[in-house]
């Protein structure tokens, strides 16, 4: 079955960096796009960007723009997401969701399991 | 940035029918993109539960559907069961911000 697994938890300090990790199994993995979404305690989802996982083309959210970058391995199906200069307001849960063609915009399906990235001095 | 507006939270007893509004403007659902839904258990990922027009992922029953109308787009669910507490929360793409948006997100409660 189509399965996104994620890495583990992750905490960091105030200006460092992360890096998460998505593999995937059970489908031909460059023929879709790995898109990444937060959330935060309590808040709503946020897209975050996203990646063709068959050119490496990658598209990121304004509010990103420069601290993120999203990166494939298709040799070992994974796509890495790096967030750098963390602040305490990172600290979320960190989904890779596969994207999934529908009348010219995608729809997340499926999604990892989640990577809680804490941000703490 | 642009977000698409649903209400916090909607109750039902078992049995009952609840619908969840999702408002955009005319830059994402009004621009004519399509609408998807996800539901979120509690403490797990969301899952894809509708999307498009009326199009379910296999396991979803046909108690979910969905409208859309204008720059606004509507879940609904009929015959409300205990295991529909989630919440849940809408998708689409707005071309002002070249970017995918979510809804706030509903917490549904069955009473």
């Known amino acids: 079955q189509v399965q996104l697994v994620q890495s583990g938890a992750e905490v960091k300090k105030p200006g460092a960096s992360v890096k998460v990790s998505c593999k995937a199994s059970?489908?031909?993995?460059?023929?879709?796009?790995i898109h990444w979404v937060r959330q935060a305690p309590g808040q709503r989802l946020e897209w975050m960007g996203w990646?063709?996982?068959?050119?490496?083309?990658?598209k990121y959210s304004q509010k990103f723009q420069g601290r993120v970058s999203i990166t494939r391995d298709t040799s070992a199906k994974t796509v890495y997401m790096d967030l750098s200069s963390l602040r305490f307001e990172d600290t979320a849960v960190y989904y890779c969701?596969?994207?999934?063609?529908?009348?010219?915009?995608?729809?997340?399906?499926?999604w990892g399991q989640g990577t809680l990235v804490t941000v703490s001095s | 940035q642009s977000v698409l507006t649903q209400p916090p939270s909607v109750s039902g007893a078992p049995g009952q029918r609840v619908t969840i509004s999702c408002t955009g403007n005319?830059?994402?659902?009004?621009?004519?993109?399509?609408v998807h839904w996800y539901q979120q258990l509690p403490g797990t990922a969301p899952k894809l539960l509708i999307y498009?027009?009326?199009n379910r992922p296999s396991g979803v029953p046909d108690r979910f559907s969905v409208s859309k109308s204008g720059t606004s787009a509507s879940l609904a669910i009929t015959g409300l069961q205990g295991d529909d507490e989630a919440d849940y929360y809408c998708?689409?793409?707005?071309?002002?911000?070249?970017?995918?948006?979510f809804g706030t997100g509903t917490k549904v409660s069955v009473l």
């Open positions: 498009g027009n009326n």
């Open positions: 990646i063709v996982a068959g050119n490496g083309n990658t």
């Open positions: 005319s830059s994402n659902i009004g621009a004519g993109y399509d």
């Open positions: 998708q689409s793409y707005d071309t002002s911000l070249s970017a995918y948006v």
């Open positions: 969701a596969r994207g999934v063609a529908v009348a010219g915009m995608d729809s997340f399906d499926p």
């Open positions: 059970g489908y031909t993995f460059t023929t879709y796009a």
